[in-house]
C-alpha cells in the first residue's frame, strides 16, 4: 500500500449530462438535497450500457443511508443494490432517472444519534480499463495518491469538495450491481484546477467554474 499526503489539485464540482436538466435538478434536490457540487447540463450524447463511473455519499450512520436511499427511490430512482451491512459498514446503491448511479455508505455498523439526511464525503469513482496507467497519468497532472492497493487508488484531497478515487472498471461494476460493457458517452465532465484534459479511459476533465 502507497500513502502521501501531499496535496495540490481539488475538485469544485461534477457536471453530469442529462436529457432533462430541469427534471434531474428536481430529483438530485428531492433525493440528496445536492446543489452547488452537482451541475446539469443539457445532452442527448449516445451511451449505452455503464458509463464507468459511480458516485457516492459518505454519511455518518446507518439510519442516514436508509433515509436518503429511501428519498431518491421516491423521487424516481431504481434500485441496484438495497442498503445491507457488509464487512466494510453499511450500503446501497441506485440508479438515478437521468442514468447516473449513486451509491450511499457509511463505515458505521450502528446508528448513534438520530436519523438524518446529512452527507459527509461525496466521492467519485472512476473505473479504469488499467488502474495503474490511470493512476500515473493522474500523478502525472499534480494529484497525490493517498491510498493504494491492487485495483483501487484513493487520491488525497481533504480540502477538496469532492473525492476521486479509481477502481478497476469490472470490480467498479460489480460493486454497483451492473454489468460491466457499455459503450459511448460517459456524460460527466469533472470541473478542477487541474484541466482540461481527457484521461485514459475517456473521462473529461474542465476548468472549474
Known amino acids: 500500500m502507497t500513502t502521501t499526503t501531499s496535496e495540490s489539485v481539488t475538485i469544485a464540482s461534477v457536471t453530469i449530462e442529462v436529457a432533462d436538466p430541469s427534471a434531474a435538478r428536481r430529483f438530485y434536490t428531492t433525493a440528496f438535497g445536492l446543489d452547488d457540487l ?59 432517472p437521468d442514468g447516473t448511479i449513486w451509491k450511499v455508505a457509511t463505515s458505521a455498523k450502528k446508528d448513534t444519534g438520530a436519523a438524518t439526511r446529512r452527507f459527509d464525503q461525496i466521492v467519485l469513482l472512476l473505473g479504469a480499463e488499467n488502474v495503474s496507467t490511470s493512476k500515473r497519468f493522474y500523478v502525472d497532472r499534480g494529484l497525490a495518491v493517498g ?32 454489468a460491466p460493457e457499455g459503450t459511448g458517452s460517459s456524460r460527466l465532465i469533472i470541473g478542477s484546477d487541474a484541466g482540461p484534459f481527457t484521461d485514459p479511459d475517456g473521462f473529461t476533465w474542465g476548468t472549474a467554474n
Open 38 to 96: 452537482v451541475h446539469l447540463y443539457a445532452s442527448d450524447a449516445p451511451t449505452t450500457g455503464f458509463r464507468g463511473f459511480t458516485m457516492s455519499l459518505i454519511v455518518g450512520q446507518p439510519s442516514t443511508v436508509n433515509n436518503l436511499i429511501d428519498s431518491a427511490i421516491n423521487a424516481g430512482a431504481t434500485i441496484l443494490k438495497p442498503v445491507e451491512k457488509s464487512m466494510w459498514g453499511v450500503g446501497g446503491v441506485v440508479q438515478a
Open 147 to 178: 491510498k493504494s492497493f491492487g485495483s483501487y487508488v484513493d487520491f488525497a484531497m481533504p480540502s477538496s469538495p469532492v473525492k476521486l478515487g479509481l477502481y478497476k472498471r469490472r470490480a467498479l461494476a460489480k460493486d454497483a450491481g451492473v
